[in-house]
């Protein structure tokens, strides 16, 4: 290292500048490559105040274009944060240098956020220095907004105003002060003689001429409806007032201050809101009532009282347009808070307001959009590369159903059309993983071993052979089982897996079994669907593609489980023609021969037994759930154990497998949600995470749901986790669209839940108002009105029952619907002052109304 480059590189500014003194245009750029060069190796070192400064003259004094300087000072490890331009100035004066404004403009855009705003000095003394034009990006100006907000003692240098009068920068960044984000953040610094110098000094210029004021106004404007952060919006407020827009200034900008007020964040609407009503003549009165109605349903109670209160004032200056703003008004009706509410109503019956009701359920309807069917399942998988792709993207997580389904057909028809070099491909990705056999017991009904089993019959692997005694096992053990038909069979003992369990390791096992054969065709049961199920039509052309070839047992009963339920004779028909084992099953299927609707009772199951000694789960246990038993009609065999569910007590393991459920019957929602129910019900009750996911899906099936689905549902308004409350509301506005809902049953298990103390009712609170701003008002006003009555017939109503009251009443009120509500009237003949008899008192008048 020479001399020149370690000065520069210790700060010693003098022997920088002697060395540079005479030096020729080679010499100069031997030293600048070498300059380079040691920056770039030293990176732990960091260059402050004195060294920077050195290195800035170095640089300028060496390197041959501003690029180059640029790209060295604009290194991470460079703080040019109180460093002075004069002497790289003079370092550039001396080489005759006419690129310096270059080198603050690439280092403007080359600076990132934090220290543009520390090395804004130094870069805005090279463009004086130039006298060249600023750069207009959001960082310098963030710079800019810094450096006139920076404290400084006190009479050090001149007042703000005089400041911003003499700075060159000021007509060329000035309006781009509206446009950046974030910038009123540094403005609202203030300069050490309060956060208003430098909004009082733009005024101030504004009133002598040397701004514009429309400039001003336009761009505040223009910032607030863009918006910002609160601290960064504040600056921009402070200058408005001071601004103080007369009326002729607001009547320009009207539709601004609508929009404002409408939309604007809480400062910003109270702002306009105020500016509006000051300037006296009102706006255009159908915008004016459209911005109220929007205002008038904002939650910030002091906006809405006075927006009450203007509309209130107008009505009586307009008597002519008292009935339409009475019909306004008559919206903060829906208000949570009680006061507004009684105030707005009796002001918009004073004004004339008369709402018009509807008296039966069947004359109302949800605003929702028409149902969209279930979406079609992906293609299945055209190549090696993909469904390697897939398995890679799956091993270590969990298989969703649809991905399994893709991966398992995938399986079969590539594994044995192009066995080697789907093992070649997938080998690697096997070993990476570590996927291997597992020799225990539980390891056969485990989905994901399994599917690992299957994985180490494609490589090869020596593994599976373990894997493929015990399909030969599951299948002769489960060949009595086969679930079809469901009448007339020999009976079988009952299972004592779960049947979903029981029917996918089968399936599994008798794949790892079709893997020896040669150019399979795939497997019969792939879903249409992504809710699972097969078109009846695909499922016939499947067979019929067949031909004479021998279908596989357990994959044609998971085919026929798919279909949806119904009689289709012509179909039928045409399967009978083929003249085949697999077509007259299917033609039995769509003559009705199909599954079989089993009875549901609802029953209430406590905590399972305590164990011996210390017992720390038993405690954290709820201490009743209410589930659904299964019965399958008489003369049903229930082979697989689909139509018939015992509840187990709370605490007992379950195979946490609930998402694939719906898969396995997608057109007997009932079913599906009873064997779903435990889940669903641990995350209202036990907090667990993610067990209502699956309710969307399921209201996208099809067939009945009956309690259970109406349990689910229930639990599901009332989980955790957001996430599961969220799940359950899709489910409700999906089952709603579809006239599918069965709202009073819901709301009556929501009810006695909540009564009985199993769910916290303050939780379904959030959910059922999105949905009422979804469009399902009448949906949600008929599950309250059922779920109601247990909750003010308890002793004490749990916390949440006033709020269900007051959607109620906003929900009878926008409906026009007269349901009665038991136990009402008995709560508003209590009198006094609560919330629970105010917000009852309010339903009650709005049924009477």
Not at 478 to 491: I, K, N, Q, T
Not at 576 to 585: C, M, Q, V
Not at 656 to 679: F, K, Q, S, T
Not at 760 to 770: E, F, K
Request: charged content about 25%.
């Amino acid at each position: 290292m020479t001399g020149f480059v370690e000065a520069a590189v210790r700060g010693r500014m003098s022997e920088v500048r002697s060395a540079l003194a005479g030096l020729d245009e080679p010499a100069r750029r031997a030293l600048g490559d070498e300059l380079v060069a040691v920056v770039r190796r030293r990176r732990d070192d960091w260059w402050w105040r004195g060294e920077a400064a050195t290195l800035a003259v170095a640089a300028v004094g060496t390197l041959s274009t501003p690029t180059k300087v640029a790209a060295l000072l604009g290194r991470r490890s460079v703080w040019l944060a109180g460093v002075d331009a004069a002497p790289v100035v003079d370092a550039a004066r001396e080489r005759g240098v006419t690129w310096l404004a270059d080198v603050a403009h690439k280092l403007a855009d080359r600076l990132p956020r934090d220290r543009m705003v520390a090395g804004w000095p130094f870069v805005a003394g090279l463009l004086l220095a130039e006298k060249a034009p600023p750069p207009t990006g959001d960082d310098f100006v963030r710079g800019w907004a810094a450096a006139q907000g920076s404290p400084a003692p006190r009479g050090t240098r001149p007042p703000t105003v005089d400041r911003l009068r003499a700075d060159p920068f000021l007509d060329a960044l000035l309006p781009r002060l509206f446009e950046v984000d974030g910038v009123g953040t540094e403005l609202a610094r203030g300069d050490g003689t309060g956060a208003e110098a430098l909004p009082r000094a733009l005024v101030a210029l504004a009133a002598e001429g040397r701004l514009d004021r429309a400039v001003l106004l336009n761009g505040v404007l223009g910032r607030l409806l863009r918006g910002d952060r609160p601290g960064a919006l504040r600056p921009f407020l402070v200058l408005h007032d001071l601004l103080a827009p007369t009326p002729d200034e607001v009547a320009l900008r009207s539709n601004a201050y609508l929009r404002l007020l409408a939309d604007g964040p809480g400062p910003v609407a109270r702002t306009a809101q105020r500016t509006l009503r000051e300037a006296g003549d009102a706006p255009e009165p159908e915008a004016l009532w459209e911005a109220a109605r929007t205002v008038l349903a904002r939650p910030e109670k002091a906006l809405v009282r006075a927006q009450v209160s203007w509309l209130d004032r107008l009505a009586r200056q307009h008597p002519d347009q008292a009935p339409e703003i009475g019909a306004v008004l008559a919206v903060a009706a829906d208000h949570p808070d009680a006061g507004l509410r009684e105030r707005a109503l009796t002001l918009a019956q004073r004004h004339g307001h008369r709402p018009v009701a509807v008296t039966t359920v069947a004359e109302a309807r949800d605003d929702l959009p028409p149902p969209l069917p279930a979406a079609a399942a992906p293609p299945p998988i055209a190549g090696v590369e993909e469904l390697v792709e897939e398995i890679a993207a799956s091993l270590g997580r969990r298989w969703p159903a649809l991905t399994a389904e893709r991966v398992m057909d995938g399986l079969v028809r590539l594994g044995t059309a192009d066995r080697e070099r789907l093992a070649a491909a997938l080998l690697p990705v096997v070993r990476r993983e570590r996927v291997g056999a597992y020799d225990h017991p539980w390891s056969v009904f485990n989905r994901s071993v399994q599917m690992h089993g299957l994985l180490l019959a494609v490589c090869g692997e020596a593994e599976a052979a373990t894997r493929r005694d015990q399909w030969s096992t599951l299948l002769a053990e489960s060949r009595p089982r086969a679930p079809l038909p469901f009448r007339g069979g020999p009976p079988v003992p009952a299972t004592r897996r779960p049947a979903p369990d029981q029917l996918a390791c089968t399936r599994l096992a008798e794949i790892g079994q079709r893997l020896d054969g040669r150019d399979d065709p795939g497997l019969l049961s792939a879903p249409t669907s992504v809710t699972g199920a097969i078109e009846p039509v695909a499922l016939y052309e499947r067979l019929a593609a067949l031909g004479d070839r021998p279908v596989w047992r357990w994959d044609l009963a998971q085919a026929l489980l798919r279909l949806p339920a119904g009689v289709d004779e012509p179909l039928a028909g045409r399967a009978a023609a083929l003249r085949t084992p697999a077509g007259d099953e299917l033609a039995r299927w769509l003559r009705g021969d199909a599954v079989p609707a089993p009875a549901q009772q609802v029953v209430t199951v406590g905590r399972r037994a305590r164990s011996a000694g210390y017992d720390w789960g038993y405690d954290q246990l709820p201490e009743g759930r209410r589930l659904v038993a299964l019965t399958p009609p008489d003369g049903v065999e229930d082979r697989l154990g689909l139509l018939t569910l015992k509840p187990t007590p709370i605490g007992r393991w379950t195979d946490g497998w609930g998402d694939v459920w719906p898969a396995v019957l997608p057109g007997h929602r009932g079913v599906v949600a009873a064997h779903l129910l435990p889940e669903v019900a641990g995350a209202a009750q036990e907090d667990t995470l993610g067990h209502s996911a699956v309710l969307p899906v399921l209201a996208e099936c099809t067939g009945a749901g009956g309690p259970a689905l109406d349990l689910a549902l229930a639990y599901g308004l009332c989980a955790r986790h957001e996430a599961d409350r969220v799940a359950a509301l899709d489910a409700v506005l999906i089952l709603a669209a579809a006239d599918d809902l069965d709202a009073p049953a819901t709301g009556g298990h929501l009810g006695a839940l909540a009564a009985g103390g199993q769910v916290t009712l303050t939780r379904a609170v959030t959910p059922l108002r999105d949905a009422v701003a979804a469009g399902a008002r009448l949906s949600v006003w008929r599950l309250l009105a059922a779920a109601l009555p247990p909750l003010l017939a308890a002793p004490t109503p749990p916390r949440g029952t006033p709020d269900l009251l007051a959607l109620a009443a906003e929900t009878a009120t926008a409906t026009g619907v007269r349901i009665e509500v038991p136990g009402l009237a008995d709560v508003v003949a209590r009198g006094g002052g609560s919330r629970l008899v105010a917000e009852a008192r309010r339903l009650a008048g709005a049924l009477a109304a």
